[in-house]
């Protein structure tokens, strides 16, 4: 069994590895990396005795958020020109709960392997919920998003430091596209849970962006019949072929990439011979988007 110091020095050999392929600008290496360093992270925290050793985890916590960033960075400059149009892609957690509800303890577990943040954090309280919540008493977004049809960009947390992240090009009268990945699934099977048709969007100082669907208009996927993949969809700017989130929450998208999903979520609630009335609403609004920018 590996003990305390190799696990360590592991970690370590990664957050070396990871800083030279960010150097290089590789991004699927990077992140393949970061993956690998924060689940070794999570057996080393539980390995962990006493303060010296708890500190040494958290400091290696916040190398990896810091080389995450770097390489969110890296692909928010090739997605520069998907910014105009207003609307997002959305990275969520696992909820077995149809995210309407803190998860399960067994999905708890799940998103603590794979080193969610906030889930690992101290600050987080979710086992002291119970299924009764709402926007102004829950511990996540995931907790609320299909009940409450909202969202928000969370803070980081550096150190001591809390900062708000901003969401700068999102817009009302857009929407929000909910995402996540089943247990056991690979990245390319991320799945489409949601899509918030955008009411409003709140970005006061000293504050995350906040997101507000509207409820009359906003679409909840019943993803355990409907199964539409994200990356049918959509594609990374400058490599059609990587399927890779990376770290970041959001990933922006274009008009006629919304049509489209909205298109193939209709084809498959006809299949399923569900009501496509609401998404049929959408598409044409959509098309009427897309006309008005030619």
């Not at 077995?96 to 080193?115: I, R, T, V």
């Not at 969202?151 to 150190?159: I, P, R, S």
């Not at 399927?243 to 489209?260: C, H, K, M, P, Q």
Request: charged content about 30%; aromatic content about 10%.
């Amino acid at each position: 069994m590996i003990d305390y110091k190799e696990l360590r020095e592991n970690i370590d050999s990664l957050i070396d590895e990871i800083k030279s392929f960010i150097k290089q600008k590789s991004i699927l290496e990077s992140t393949k990396r970061i993956e690998k360093a924060n689940k070794l992270l999570t057996q080393l925290k539980e390995m962990s005795e006493g303060e010296i050793q708890n500190r040494i985890v958290l400091k290696r916590i916040y190398q990896l958020e810091s080389l995450a960033k770097n390489v969110d960075e890296i692909l928010s400059k090739r997605e520069l020109g998907k910014k105009e149009d207003g609307n997002i892609a959305l990275k969520c957690n696992w909820n077995d709960k149809h995210y309407k509800a803190p998860c399960s303890l067994q999905a708890y577990n799940y998103n603590l392997l794979q080193g969610r943040a906030w889930c690992s954090s101290p600050l987080c309280k979710c086992r002291e919920f119970t299924n009764e919540v709402s926007l102004q008493y829950h511990p996540c977004y995931e907790s609320i998003a299909l009940k409450e049809m909202y969202f928000g960009a969370g803070w980081d947390h550096t150190g001591e430091r809390q900062q708000p992240r901003h969401i700068h090009s999102v817009r009302h009268g857009r929407m929000a596209i909910l995402t996540t990945r089943p247990p056991g699934a690979d990245e390319k099977d991320r799945l489409i849970i949601g899509c918030l048709f955008i009411k409003s969007v709140i970005d006061d100082p000293g504050e995350e962006t906040k997101i507000f669907g509207d409820k009359t208009k906003s679409i909840e996927i019943d993803y355990d019949q409907v199964k539409v993949k994200f990356w049918d969809y959509y594609k990374n700017a400058g490599d059609d072929n990587l399927i890779l989130w990376a770290s970041g929450l959001f990933r922006y998208i274009t008009d006629e990439t919304v049509l489209n999903i909205l298109k193939g979520i209709g084809e498959q609630y006809k299949n399923a011979q569900k009501d496509v009335s609401k998404i049929i609403e959408l598409i044409k609004y959509y098309e009427e988007q897309i006309k008005r920018k030619k």
